[in-house]
């Protein structure tokens, strides 16, 4: 069985930072791409950022610049860092992670999602 457990939502003012965690347990052969994701009230999910076991990094254009994603291969973990919040960047933000198991299926696993709320 594996699982992502996420931690780091709350809430913080704007112009303020939080470090969003995420770590995949359980029986795992292989992480490949980890990612974040997030979703307002009454929006669509939309990709935040998304990073390779290679490193390679991609993000949305409204979190450039102020949002870093990063990854630990060896205790298969995703962060993201986020400076200069704003409101708009209020969601429930979801980690995701490629994950070949023991099992030798490959799926997408998700977090249960932690709560980003940006206001003064």
């Known amino acids: 069985q594996v699982q992502l457990v996420e931690s780091g939502g709350g809430l913080v003012q704007p112009g303020g930072s939080l470090t969003l965690s995420c770590a995949a347990s359980?029986?795992?052969?292989?992480?490949?791409?980890m990612g974040w994701n997030r979703q307002a009230p009454g929006k669509q999910s939309e990709l935040v950022a998304q990073?390779?076991?290679?490193?390679?990094?991609t993000y949305a254009d409204s979190v450039k610049g102020r949002f870093t994603i990063s990854r630990n291969n060896d205790n298969n973990t995703v962060y993201l860092q986020m400076n200069s919040l704003k409101p708009e960047d209020t969601a429930v933000y979801y980690c995701?992670?490629?994950?070949?198991?023991?099992?030798?299926?490959?799926?997408?696993?998700w977090g249960q999602g932690t709560q980003v709320t940006v206001s003064s």
């Open positions: 995701n992670a490629e994950i070949i198991a023991t099992t030798s299926i490959q799926r997408d696993y």
């Open positions: 359980g029986d795992i052969f292989s992480v490949y791409d």
């Open positions: 990073i390779t076991r290679g490193y390679t990094k």
